[in-house]
């Protein structure tokens, strides 16, 4: 078998997926019992330009994107391959095998499968794609005036530079979203969807059970923990914990919104909902045709000229995000609404549709905030088909706090800041 002459395999170059739909070019270096599988040469230097010598000396990132490095012993017509998987994001272990010029692995939360590849060309068209996301970017972002900035410029041209050098979808995907950390504003990356589906089992591969999304702990008679670790549900998912919420009615509620990226206003107006006592308006998003309209931001006494959004529907503000100047969003109280003391913990890492919620309920004066600052990332996201199978995910209205306060790039101050680890503690601390 082929796979026996590991002297053959020594120098090759393999096309293997991660992640379900990520292509990765690597190449096997094989020698007395040790191997190494690597992406491109110079890769890491290419993305992080500037920062990679301090980077590489610190000890944080490898001379390549992708390093796999361990052992390998043959058995029978299969190599068998040990060792320690790194990227510019994780570390993992390996383990894998090479039989009939293929090779499967299964990693610490991923499966890697894939064949030799007999030419060193790009798995796709980087530069097309590239040209392809700008443009859309151009044509849709909310506010048009932020194409002029330097900023944007300077992205533009990089990201351009790098896609003629990338060769696999890793690589392109961190070159791109690398840059992105200079622009002045979020929401804004590619990515490869992961299939529903997850990848046929083997007898190396594994399905990893999703955890889950919410959780309720009772502290005691008083206090309950309700930790929201994202809102990227329907109100179908978080409705039976709010249920629950109102059965066990607490005379303190801590929300746990540590760690939240965000994700939609279907499973967050549900829980808004529930605990505010009286009519919230949640502050206004503004989109390309105001901005392309009008050059000064809205007074706060006019944003009751543009239409109401209360809808639980992410589908329902992008189309009205597509069809008005700017939406007011308003949360109307539960019938069966939330009456003791609320307090939220909050940390660095506490984004998008979780940062209206923190400030909208700390300004009425309905919540204490716990924590640390929050992300600073807020706007409308909204995801667009690139060319092959990466999406373009972007911002297509800034948001504006009640009374007029931006809240991207800049977050939210907690009440009583504290590390985020010590935000349980402390707030205990505080209902004693």
Not at 20 to 25: F, Q, S, V, Y
Not at 78 to 89: A, D, Q
Not at 100 to 126: C, F, P, W
Not at 350 to 359: H, K, L, Q
Request: hydrophobic share 40%.
């Amino acid at each position: 078998m082929f796979a026996l002459e590991t002297g053959q395999l020594n120098g090759t170059q393999w096309r293997v997926t991660i992640s379900g739909n990520t292509e990765l070019l690597l190449n096997l270096k094989m020698n007395g019992g040790r191997f190494a599988l690597t992406s491109r040469k110079g890769s890491t230097q290419d993305i992080l330009g500037g920062k990679y010598l301090m980077a590489r000396m610190s000890g944080k990132v490898n001379p390549t994107t992708i390093q796999v490095i361990g052992t390998y012993h043959v058995d029978n017509d299969t190599v068998i391959l040990t060792g320690k998987y790194s990227s510019l994001t994780s570390k993992q272990t390996f383990a894998g095998k090479i039989f009939d010029r293929q090779l499967e692995a299964v990693m610490s939360n991923n499966v890697m499968k894939g064949r030799i590849h007999d030419t060193g060309e790009a798995l796709a068209d980087y530069a097309a794609i590239a040209t392809e996301a700008l443009q859309v970017t151009e044509l849709n972002l909310y506010n048009p005036l932020l194409l002029e900035s330097k900023a944007w410029k300077a992205f533009r041209k990089k990201v351009a530079d790098l896609a003629g050098r990338v060769k696999d979808d890793y690589e392109f995907e961190k070159a791109f979203n690398f840059q992105v950390s200079g622009l002045p504003f979020s929401h804004y990356g590619i990515s490869i969807p992961i299939p529903e589906q997850p990848m046929s089992p083997t007898p190396l591969t594994t399905t990893l059970k999703a955890p889950s999304k919410f959780a309720i702990k009772q502290v005691n008679d008083q206090t309950v923990v309700f930790t929201v670790k994202t809102f990227s549900a329907s109100a179908d998912e978080i409705m039976p914990y709010i249920d629950t919420l109102k059965m066990l009615n607490p005379g303190n509620l801590i929300i746990d919104l540590r760690n939240n990226g965000g994700g939609t206003i279907a499973s967050a107006l549900p829980l808004v909902s529930y605990l505010v006592n009286d009519t919230l308006y949640g502050g206004i998003f503004l989109t390309r045709k105001y901005f392309s309209t009008h050059d000064n931001l809205p007074n706060t006494s006019d944003y009751q000229h543009f239409p109401l959004f209360s809808e639980a529907s992410f589908p329902l503000i992008i189309e009205g995000i597509h069809k008005h100047n700017g939406l007011c969003l308003v949360v109307y109280p539960d019938a069966d609404h939330y009456k003791g003391r609320v307090y939220i913990l909050a940390n660095s890492k506490t984004a998008s549709t979780c940062e209206p919620i923190v400030y909208g309920l700390k300004y009425n004066k309905r919540a204490t905030i716990v924590g640390e600052r929050t992300a600073g990332a807020m706007l409308n996201g909204e995801r667009f088909e690139l060319p092959g199978k990466f999406n373009l995910w972007m911002p297509t209205a800034d948001y504006y706090t009640v009374d007029g306060k931006k809240l991207d790039k800049i977050g939210v101050e907690p009440d009583f800041p504290v590390q985020s680890e010590l935000a349980l503690d402390t707030t205990l601390e505080l209902l004693k």
